[in-house]
């Protein structure tokens, strides 16, 4: 059906409507996935607890707790771990929800099977990318900011929290360009691993927010600045390396 | 959001009329009480009575009772917007509920559709997922024909086919049935009891009661599923109580459970699925049988016993009774003549 690529990859497939949960199965093994079900929250805490997964795909509506919970719950010690949000919940503010509750990605049912198994790819592949280029610089200092990219803790002054795993990806990639344009384009193909075409706003955003993280200054960043026409370029003043 | 912030304006607003309608009444009663006095020390200077004296008196009653009329309008008002707004919440959750329970199986059918459409699936795999897309199918219908019957319910044009039957074959029946539909599992449901006593009794819809309570004992029990129906006869009624091991129902809501699309919101709940329009169709269709049903829980985590009352068929109720059949004849008729 599509390509396939990291094969082996573990997922954990939240779903308690049985039927929807045999075709995903089936369909994610197909593809060369390692598949574990879990019926609803508890067993699905219990399962990520005892056993080393890749990847989440996660209903909302489950029994005895739910996908927010378990989002919420996974992200305290996964913070890197990438959740699928998979739901007949359509409504704006569920997807909100899901996404501030640690959701790297929501789809909404029903859905097309292609465009699922391309989100899980890309996602399975986002983690590989990042798994790699913070193998080699696990932390960052500049100016007055220093970041994880292991546990994903910042610290901006005295002044700690914690950036969400797409926020990080997009630090990481203009870490690891320093000093060079790097356009939207070539951020929405490198780190979400999707086609160009696709509203630029989108980088923008997480821009708006990293600065929002770092800067002393948002309105005049000093180290996320903007090139006009061309993209965005970090600045390597005074920075180190962890 | 908006409708909270809706709500906290709208009570805002009625206190703020409260404050203002009470800050009026006592201005004007002290003015009354000053300006009697007034007019007391008047008379008590100038000899003779004051004839304005008992038309004061008239003025305060009357008044007094206008502002009470006032007061009384506002708060039917207040009264009646509560409603609406506690109306509108539930509407939105059974919008909410039916949007996942109609989206869920068409998600299913979707998605094992383009399963075979893509794919080369064998054969024993492909049996597998037609059968679980029938199911979906048979889901949806349920759930369609579920709400379509509300708007029937509530202008009382169901049409029932009342018949005399045995209270205890009728349910052993019955509870047969809803065990081939739900495969609780073996020895989950068990019937106690004696009930040789006749009923006047719409069978499909005792069926429905039925698979409702066995539906909602197994949505809400963590497993395994122990659910106790006891049958019994007094000299008026035919006694059903359900009793499940479940997660229970807190007293405050022993009532709301009847109410159209409430649903009890617990995160730690074994089961998401359902419209809040259940237990609402089941009460409806015992009152259309002359009975009554209510819910004993000892609360969270005491499980849950429903008794349902119907009235037996003897000569005090006879006059209900055939009423009911009368009515019956009467529908069928109707649709006979609607069919040609």
Redesign the interface.
């Known amino acids: 059906?599509s390509e396939k690529t990291a094969p082996g990859g573990r997922i954990l497939l939240v779903e308690?409507?049985?039927?929807?949960a045999?075709?995903?199965e089936?369909?994610l093994t197909?593809e060369g996935y390692r598949v574990t079900r879990a019926e609803?929250g508890t067993q699905a805490l219990e399962l990520f607890t005892g056993h080393e997964f890749d990847l989440i795909i996660l209903d909302i509506?489950?029994?005895?707790?739910?996908g927010f919970?378990v989002a919420r719950e996974i992200r305290v010690t996964s913070p890197r771990m990438p959740i699928l949000m998979l739901t007949?919940?359509?409504?704006s503010?569920d997807r909100i929800r899901g996404l501030e509750f640690g959701a790297d990605d929501y789809m909404?049912?029903?859905?097309?099977?292609?465009e699922l198994l391309l989100r899980v790819r890309r996602m399975l592949q986002r983690k590989a990318w990042y798994k790699e280029v913070t193998a080699e610089q696990p932390s960052y200092h500049f100016g007055e900011n220093s970041v994880d990219f292991e546990t994903l803790e910042c610290r901006s002054g005295s002044r700690i929290f914690r950036m969400t795993a797409l926020e990080a990806m997009v630090l990481k990639y203009l870490i690891n360009n320093a000093g060079r344009i790097v356009s939207r384009k070539e951020l929405l193909e490198k780190v979400w691993r999707v086609s160009a075409e696709v509203e630029t706003r989108t980088v923008d955003n997480f821009i708006v927010r990293l600065r929002r993280h770092f800067e002393p200054d948002p309105a005049r960043p000093r180290y996320i600045r903007s090139v006009r026409g061309a993209g965005y370029q970090f600045e390597k003043e005074n920075a180190r390396n962890g | 959001?908006k409708i909270k912030t809706t709500r906290y304006y709208h009570i805002l607003v009625f206190i703020a009329a409260q404050v203002a309608w009470l800050l009026v009444l006592g201005l004007w009663i002290f003015r009354w009480v000053t300006s009697f006095l007034l007019i007391n020390r008047v008379v008590e200077t100038a000899p003779g009575e004051m004839p304005t004296r008992s038309s004061n008196i008239l003025g305060l009653v009357g008044g007094l009772v206008l502002l009470a009329a006032v007061q009384v309008g506002m708060s039917l008002n207040f009264r009646r917007l509560n409603i609406h707004f506690n109306l509108n919440r539930m509407y939105d959750n059974f919008i909410?509920n039916v949007?996942?329970e109609l989206?869920?199986?068409?998600?299913?059918i979707?998605?094992?559709l383009?399963?075979l459409g893509?794919?080369d699936?064998p054969p024993a795999?492909r049996r597998?997922?037609i059968d679980?897309?029938n199911?979906?199918v048979k889901r949806l219908d349920g759930l369609i024909n579920t709400i379509l019957v509300i708007p029937g319910l509530e202008q009382k044009k169901i049409a029932y086919e009342f018949h005399v039957h045995n209270a205890e074959n009728l349910v052993l029946d019955l509870v047969r049935k809803a065990e081939e539909q739900f495969q609780p599992g073996k020895g989950a449901i068990r019937v106690r009891g004696r009930a040789p006593c006749r009923c006047v009794v719409d069978r499909n819809a005792m069926g429905i009661v039925i698979n409702n309570l066995v539906d909602n004992a197994i949505k809400y029990s963590p497993p395994p599923l122990r659910l106790t129906i006891t049958l019994s006869c007094t000299s008026r009624w035919f006694v059903l109580e359900a009793a499940d091991r479940g997660i229970g129902i807190a007293p405050a809501d022993h009532k709301k459970v009847f109410e159209k699309f409430y649903r009890g919101d617990r995160?730690?709940?074994?089961?998401?699925k359902g419209t809040g329009l259940g237990l609402y169709w089941v009460r409806e269709i015992i009152r259309a049988h002359g009975g009554r049903i209510s819910l004993q829980s000892a609360g969270l985590g005491g499980g849950s016993e429903f008794r349902i009352e119907l009235p037996i068929y003897r000569v005090s109720r006879k006059r209900f009774i055939r009423n009911l059949i009368r009515l019956t004849q009467r529908q069928k008729k109707q649709r006979k003549s609607d069919h040609e």
């Open positions: 059906m308690d409507e049985e039927s929807m045999v075709g995903l089936y369909n197909e609803n509506m489950l029994p005895f707790k739910d919970e007949a919940r359509s409504d503010r909404t049912k029903p859905f097309h099977l292609k | 959001m909410a949007t996942h989206k869920s199986p068409l998600a299913s979707q998605l094992h383009e399963t893509h794919r699936v795999r597998e997922f679980l897309m199911r979906d995160p730690d709940s074994p089961s998401v």
